[in-house]
């Protein structure tokens, strides 16, 4: 069965082109490493919420936009080896060690499915 990973951050605003670029270079890298899906959405219609919501999650302020993503992957050892093969893979180096959000802040976690359903082609 497959498996996914989560992932909820903020993103300066001003930075969304920076941040899409960046997302847009990952992509590929994610994709040669065994990943069959890579989906970066950017915040456009996020409520607050009375107890908890995607802002507070990540601690976003008013200058910031919250991005939420997922990969999904074969199966858990294909994510386990691509994750792996990723953070080694030296197109990631070339891109250099400062991203366009604070990684403190995102949150992140693998996910199995337990309902999986698609509109038929």
């Known amino acids: 069965m497959s498996y996914v990973d989560g992932f909820v951050l903020a993103v300066p605003t001003a930075k969304k082109d920076d941040y899409r670029i960046l997302a847009a270079k990952c992509a590929p890298i994610f994709i040669d490493h065994g990943a069959q899906h890579v989906m970066e959405c950017w915040g456009d219609d996020i409520p607050d ?9 990540v601690k976003a302020t008013p200058e910031e936009s919250v991005v939420f993503s997922w990969i999904v992957w074969p199966s858990k050892e294909t994510r386990d080896a691509g994750m ?3 953070m080694d893979d030296p197109r990631l180096k070339e891109m250099g060690d400062t ?3 604070d990684g403190q802040r995102m949150i992140f976690g693998g996910f199995a499915p337990i309902v999986d359903e698609a509109k038929a082609a």
């Open 49 to 57: 919420g009375k107890v908890t919501d995607f802002r507070m999650a």
């Open 84 to 86: 792996k093969a990723f």
């Open 99 to 101: 991203p366009p959000f």
